[in-house]
């Protein structure tokens, strides 16, 4: 399968199970307040320094957890898929540390949603369940994905977060997002009613998750 087609054009038994949880992903978080005024660059300094802390402390976090993860006795499929997304969070992290010290901000105690988002993902973690912890990753993800393409439309020469809007446009991830897709599509399809449900719950837990640390950089 061409892994730069268009993720709107893709079908997916993963994201027709996850339909309106993705509906809300893009309606709650790809078009929050606080996108549009960084897009259209008039989001306060303030507000973006604060969001730049958390997305680094949560790329780290991702990073982490997804590389311990791809150490356990996965096929090796899977440890491949764990690996690579843990080592673009590593490079996510890096990039968001790398604009804050542009900033040289004191650091912001660490949000409450943060904390919220990382005690859900964990619970997760520890059930070593593949299918759960992938749902419950993939949003973020799939956010970067999206984001992309928003970036790439904008001239960002003279736009106030020029770097933010770079760091936007590579790498390219949505090849691995659809890898991703691809796993998820596989697993899905032997999945029961009854554990679809909770897919959809884990995936719409961590859209909510998205949506409250963008509600709190803006506190």
Not at 52 to 73: A, I, V
Not at 109 to 135: D, G, N, Q, S, W
Request: charged share 20%.
């Amino acid at each position: 399968m061409n892994n730069t087609l268009i993720l709107q054009n893709f079908d997916s038994s993963f994201l027709n199970t996850i339909k309106h949880p993705l509906d809300y992903l893009h309606k709650g978080v790809l078009k929050h307040p606080f996108y549009e005024h960084l897009i259209n660059g008039n989001l306060k300094k303030l507000h973006f320094v604060a969001f730049l802390e958390q997305q680094s402390y949560m790329w780290d976090y991702f990073s982490k957890e997804l590389r311990f993860l791809s150490t356990l006795n996965y096929p090796r499929d899977i440890n491949q898929i764990l690996l690579k997304t843990a080592n673009f969070s590593l490079q996510e992290a890096s990039n968001f540390n790398l604009q804050l010290d542009n900033f040289k901000p004191k650091m912001h105690e660490l949000p409450l949603a943060c904390e919220e988002y990382t005690h859900f993902l964990k619970k997760l973690v520890e059930r070593r369940l593949t299918l759960p912890i992938l749902t419950a990753f993939f949003p973020r993800i799939w956010l970067a994905t999206q984001l992309q393409k928003r970036c790439i439309k904008l001239k960002a020469h003279n736009h106030p977060y020029n770097p933010f809007i770079q760091q936007g446009i590579f790498p390219n991830v949505e090849g691995h997002t659809v890898k991703i897709i691809q796993l998820l599509d596989a697993f899905i399809q032997t999945t029961s009613e009854i554990e679809k449900t909770e897919v959809q719950k884990i995936f719409l837990d961590s859209a909510l998750h998205e949506c409250e640390l963008l509600n709190r950089s803006l506190v």
